[in-house]
Nanobody
Framework: QVQLVESGGGLVQAGGSLRLSCVAS?????????MGWFRQAPVKERDVVAA????????YYTDSMKGRFTVSRDNALNTMYLQMNTLKPEDSGVYYC?????????????????WGVGTQVTVSS
């Protein structure tokens, strides 16, 4: 079973940047897992932000993040990243990383079987 721990969240002004990290541990082969980032704002559902394939060659972004966020992974370090630039107040929320073993590029919460505890991102206006 994979354990996931996010880090890198914090408080930033609009227009600023943050880099989130998600480290996976356990008796795993990290490259066997498709990975994703999700965001949950208060009283809202957990929505996908970005996803990356097992190899890292394929990525997916929700429309509002395209051009501002970049997802990547380093399979040698068991780590996934989310570089967030030009942040907006509406980007605020708890960011979760997720891992799944279904084939392909995973884009919905139900595709993922393991979750981290989340890291808070707050963007002030």
């Amino acid at each position: 079973q994979v354990q996931l721990v996010e880090s890198g969240g914090g408080l930033v002004q609009a227009g600023g940047s943050l880099r989130l990290s998600c480290v996976a541990s356990g008796r795993i082969i990290f490259s066997n897992y498709a990975m994703g980032w999700f965001r949950q704002a208060p009283v809202k559902e957990r929505d996908v932000v970005a996803a990356v394939s097992r190899s890292g060659r394929s990525t997916y972004y929700t429309d509002s993040m395209k051009g501002r966020f970049t997802v990547s992974r380093d399979n040698a370090l068991n780590t996934m990243y989310l570089q967030m630039n030009t942040l907006k107040p509406e980007d605020s929320g708890v960011y979760y990383c997720a891992a799944g073993t279904k084939p392909g590029l995973l884009k919905t919460a139900s595709d993922f079987s393991s979750w981290g505890v989340g890291t808070q991102v707050t963007v002030s206006s």
